[in-house]
């Protein structure tokens, strides 16, 4: 491993979090794994009723441009100014275009950016923010797919994600591991110069670790895991504490159908991670199209949400499809 020269980041104090209160759910009527997770997770996270909007929509990998201005639009009507954040649970579809459907929802279609999926990406405004009410200081709602492979796999993500609201960080709380991969795959791997310095965090019970290889060797509870390999294996032997985060950089994560030749982003959340990120077109290895590695963990040690700590730590994510369960929040406090 190449000797990496890592140093803590500093980011903005966390402000609040969106939780059950806060946050809107979408349900496909026309997808029976939309209805039965979707209900589920409304019951299980007592969800307004008025926060729930029922629609039909399409049921396949990439809604056209009209199709998603007509989603965007229906969303827009239907959620008003309390609802901070968003849950679209469904599998597919999980893009609109070359842009992810989380992106599609939360920041509207892009026309230029299908023909240069490689150039810059248009910046988030909600990029390492403090806001815990991203919707009143920043005019965007975040969104996550609800996504697992099956509806048992689903209501078991969000079982997940209820079981680690407030489990980490007190005293006496399960010791936890932060890993950063530095695979051999150097276009992959170009986000090791931003891993944190490895080490203990007492004051939250979290180790940071920066090892090579591709996945962990060990039998560590894991918190949070960040790779670069196009495709993974071993996933099933890893060891995960409800809310745990786990992405890997490499270009077709976002790709949910499981065809592009490359792991994607479900492959965690079926290992029993609780959220998850990956590109749905060619995004070539820009850094800012991709979880920033200590803006994740130091606003999710904060007690943002899973939906929070990963959309602020994506300065590009058009391309980015944000999914698992959004309200997981295993260091929020009361």
């Given at each position: 491993m190449r000797v990496l020269r890592l140093r803590w980041e500093r980011v903005p104090r966390v402000i609040g979090r969106v939780?059950?209160?806060?946050?809107?759910?979408?349900?496909?009527?026309?997808?029976?794994?939309?209805?039965?997770?979707g209900e589920y997770y409304v019951a299980r996270r007592q969800i307004p009723a008025e926060h729930v909007l029922r629609l039909r929509l399409p049921r396949h990998p990439r809604l056209s441009a009209a199709e998603a201005v007509e989603l965007r639009a229906s969303i827009e009507r239907h959620f008003g100014a309390e609802v901070q954040g968003m849950a679209l649970v469904w599998v597919q579809p999980w893009a609109a275009e070359c842009q992810s459907i989380t992106a599609a929802v939360?920041?509207?279609?892009?026309?230029?950016?299908?023909?240069?999926?490689?150039?810059?990406?248009?910046?988030?405004?909600?990029?390492?923010?403090?806001?815990g009410a991203p919707w009143r200081d920043h005019?965007?709602?975040?969104?996550?797919?609800?996504?697992?492979?099956?509806?048992?796999?689903?209501?078991?993500?969000?079982?997940?994600?209820?079981?680690?609201?407030?489990?980490?960080?007190?005293?006496?709380?399960?010791?936890?591991?932060?890993?950063?991969?530095?695979?051999?795959?150097?276009?992959?791997?170009?986000r090791a110069p931003l891993f944190p310095p490895p080490g203990v965090l007492r004051g939250v019970a979290v180790t940071t670790h920066v090892e090579p290889g591709d996945l962990p060797t060990g039998e560590d509870p894991l918190l949070l895991l960040q790779t670069g390999q196009p495709v993974l294996t071993g996933l099933d032997r890893l060891h995960w504490v409800p809310g745990a985060l786990?992405?890997?950089?490499?270009?077709?994560?976002?790709?949910?159908s499981g065809h592009s030749g490359q792991t994607s982003a479900l492959?965690?959340?079926?290992?029993?991670?609780?959220?998850?990120?990956?590109?749905?077109?060619?995004?070539?290895?820009?850094?800012?199209?991709?979880?920033?590695?200590?803006?994740?963990?130091?606003?999710?040690?904060?007690?943002?949400?899973?939906?929070?700590?990963?959309?602020?730590?994506?300065?590009?994510?058009?391309?980015?499809?944000?999914?698992?369960?959004?309200?997981?929040?295993?260091?929020?406090?009361?």
């Open positions: 939780d059950a209160h806060s946050l809107g759910v979408v349900i496909n009527e026309d997808d029976p794994y939309s209805v039965e997770v939360s920041l509207g279609l892009d026309a230029q950016l299908c023909a240069r999926t490689c150039g810059k990406g248009a910046p988030s405004r909600y990029f390492n923010s403090p806001s005019s965007l709602r975040p969104s996550m797919l609800l996504a697992a492979t099956s509806a048992e796999a689903g209501k078991a993500l969000v079982d997940r994600g209820l079981a680690a609201d407030g489990s980490l960080g007190l005293r006496g709380a399960l010791p936890v591991h932060a890993y950063y991969m530095v695979t051999n795959d150097a276009r992959r791997s170009v786990a992405d890997h950089l490499t270009s077709y994560g976002g790709q949910l492959a965690w959340i079926d290992a029993g991670a609780t959220a998850s990120y990956g590109t749905v077109s060619e995004p070539c290895n820009h850094i800012q199209k991709f979880p920033r590695p200590q803006t994740v963990l130091l606003h999710y040690l904060q007690g943002a949400s899973a939906l929070e700590a990963y959309w602020k730590s994506v300065r590009w994510p058009q391309q980015g499809l944000f999914i698992g369960e959004p309200l997981a929040a295993p260091f929020a406090r009361p």
